[in-house]
């Protein structure tokens, strides 16, 4: 199951994660919705997936229902906006309610794709709008993938920690989250954080891929010279 984290606690950056979440309202609003979340998600299956919501109810009632329901599957396959409702959709949890919205892919194949969701009433009413105004939605929901990008890679200017690079340097030899813990004398629970902020923090899809950023930018060494045995740089 994927992580999915909001971008202000990633980012340190609220205003601007909070703009964004006035440009998916009123992109709601102008097309006669009332609410609307934006997810990025990495290329890693079940890895990190960022949010962002029009309001903080918003992000109560819908980040998680749609994140766990099978239109995310659609729209990491659709190029153009599509309506969707609860009747056609399968949660990972039953709605309460009837739940009708637009489904606003952004395929990203160097990124990660993203996808804005926009929640309203009547599933008539969305689907003359994705008819009437599929590619302004399009554009729009490129804009908002743009600008939640710019706030992902603000949040990863903060460097690895120590005990990030050491949990990074024992999956790359191989071992298991359970072997790394016990290695550090941590649960292992703490070594998956670990590992997750990491990749966060160095944009990496993989641990294969977090290896060679982290090597690429000085973080690993060699040691001995010539060794194959990997050292994070003090």
């Not at 909070?18 to 997810?39: E, N, P, R």
Request: glycine share 10%; aromatic share 6%; net charge positive.
């Amino acid at each position: 199951m994927a992580v999915i984290l909001p971008f202000e606690r990633r980012s340190g950056l609220p205003e601007e994660e909070a703009a964004i979440g006035v440009s998916l309202l009123k992109l709601a609003d102008s097309y006669g919705l009332y609410s609307g979340v934006y997810l990025h998600f990495g290329h890693a299956r079940g890895g990190v997936v960022r949010s962002i919501a029009s309001t903080p109810i918003a992000r109560r009632q819908y980040v998680d229902l749609i994140a766990g329901s099978t239109l995310v599957m659609q729209a990491l396959v659709a190029h153009r906006p599509f309506a969707w409702s609860s009747s056609e959709v399968r949660f990972s949890r039953r709605p309460e309610t009837e739940h009708v919205g637009i489904a606003v892919p952004v395929q990203d194949h160097v990124n990660g794709p993203g996808l804005v969701a926009l929640i309203g009433t009547g599933i008539d009413a969305a689907r003359r709008v994705v008819s009437e105004h599929g590619p302004s939605l399009s554009w729009a929901a490129t804009d908002v993938h743009v600008a939640a990008l710019g706030a992902i890679r603000a949040g990863r200017s903060a460097a690895p920690t120590s005990r990030e690079m050491e949990c990074l340097r024992l999956a790359a030899e191989g071992m298991t989250v359970v072997a790394t813990a016990r290695e550090l004398n941590i649960a292992g629970r703490t070594v998956e954080f670990h590992l997750r902020n990491i990749f966060d923090k160095l944009g990496a899809t993989s641990k294969v891929n977090a290896v060679a950023i982290a090597a690429s930018r000085g973080l690993f060494r060699c040691d001995p010279p010539g060794g194959d045995r990997l050292e994070p740089v003090a």
